[in-house]
């Protein structure tokens, strides 16, 4: 199927769908996994939360590898075949019986998660849609990003009603039933190889090499490596930091269900407002409400009555920054370095983007204290993310400078 220069709503929803499907049951579920995975198992937080970061590392090492799939044609059975895998291990991990099958698991999950999240859908859609791929994006992410609203409430309830093993076998019918039909019915007439380019006889892609030597490139990288990272981190050990911060139980459960339609919320703001302002200054504003809310988590024992309600401010901040940032990290590549290769420069983050997200969740763990709490890795999270906006801002300046003409300038 030939590239078209605007995007197929049947595709985006159907992908939505399981964008949906793959975030909720498997990157949210896990903070609700930790602490009985942790009673059953006899573990650490800090041996419970590697088994987060191990997914986060086999997803990111198979970045690489997947984007030039993609870029090669091969996004129907990459997505097919993760979806698969995902509920293999899903469904193995409700057999597991010692640490070393529970790290496997994760293991195998975040292989199945590498060829199933966001980086893959949006290099999809970037391939299938180059003049309207940020729109789209924004559209597709829409309905993935109710996942923490829709699955933090069910996969507790699955939980509480039916125990950590059964519920992970319903879940794991979810990826077998739904995820891996709609990725093998969608994604048929991929494009070509190397999508949107490849018909542009006088116009090759500039050797990968040249960009990923170039300044934007690795400015960008270090953007969303670091930005990719607190992001991560914070996820799996929400349900633990809003106890700890005196929020009372249905609190626990509803404020990060909430995060979900925070985003969206975000993503639809972006998407009606972002034509009456300048994208570069967008994208910066964006990506400084992650460490903002940071600020406002950190300061916010200091308030004593007013405690809730700064934990409140943050979940709004983070929500909403986080919701859009998706949109600002999915796209940068393709704004500022190059948008014929875009799966496979993606993919050439996947080493830093692996050792980033799966550090940091471990991080927060390992600095966790019983007197403290999670302040010493939430003050690290904060330092991280004001280095990543501070890359952000300097690639844009230098792209502008280096902006070639012709089609594929980036921005």
């Known amino acids: 199927m030939p590239h078209t220069s605007r995007n197929d709503p049947h595709l985006i929803g159907w992908l939505s769908l399981a964008q949906l499907i793959s975030w909720g049951s498997v990157f949210y579920t896990f903070a609700l996994l930790l602490e009985p995975v942790e009673r059953e198992l006899g573990l650490s937080r800090a041996q419970s939360s590697l088994g987060f970061s191990l997914a986060l590392l086999a997803e990111g090492l198979l970045a690489y590898p997947v984007g030039r799939l993609i870029d090669r044609g091969h996004e129907r059975a990459v997505m097919t075949g993760g979806s698969l895998l995902v509920a293999l291990c899903l469904a193995l991990h409700s057999t597991i019986s010692s640490m070393a099958g529970f790290y496997a698991v994760w293991l195998g999950l975040g292989v199945g998660l590498a060829a199933t999240l966001y980086p893959p859908v949006f290099a999809v859609v970037i391939r299938r849609f180059p003049n309207d791929f940020r729109r789209a994006i924004i559209t597709i992410t829409f309905l993935g990003g109710l996942a923490s609203t829709v699955f933090i409430p069910l996969s507790a309830w699955l939980i509480h009603a039916f125990g950590w093993r059964h519920a992970l076998l319903v879940l794991a019918a979810l990826h077998l039933l739904v995820c891996a039909p709609l990725h093998a019915l969608v994604l048929r007439h991929a494009p070509a190889g190397h999508g949107h380019a490849a018909h542009h006889e006088t116009s090759r892609p500039s050797p990968i090499k040249h960009h990923l030597l170039s300044a934007p490139f690795l400015l960008v990288g270090l953007f969303i490596v670091l930005l990719m990272g607190v992001t991560a981190a914070l996820p799996a050990h929400m349900v633990s930091l809003l106890r700890e911060n005196g929020l009372s139980e249905a609190w626990v459960i509803a404020v990060p269900a909430a995060i979900g339609v925070l985003q969206v919320l975000g993503r639809v703001l972006l998407y009606f407002f972002e034509h009456h302002m ?71 983050l996947g080493v830093p983007m692996a050792l980033g997200r799966a550090a940091t969740p471990w991080l927060l763990g390992l600095l966790w204290h019983p007197a403290g709490g999670y302040d010493a890795g939430l003050w690290l999270m904060l330092g991280l993310s004001l280095v990543g906006m501070a890359a952000l801002a300097r690639a844009q300046q230098l792209a502008r400078q280096r902006r070639p003409a012709g089609p594929h300038a980036p921005g």
Request: charge should be positive; avoid cysteine.
């Open 278 to 348: 300048d994208l570069h200054l967008a994208n910066r504003l964006i990506s400084g409400l992650i460490p903002l809310g940071l600020l406002v988590l950190l300061m916010a024992p200091r308030f004593g009555s007013a405690q809730v309600a700064l934990v409140l401010l943050f979940v709004l901040l983070y929500g909403m920054g986080n919701g859009m940032l998706t949109i600002v990290k999915g796209t940068a590549v393709a704004e500022y370095v190059d948008r014929t290769q875009v799966a496979s420069l993606n993919g050439a």
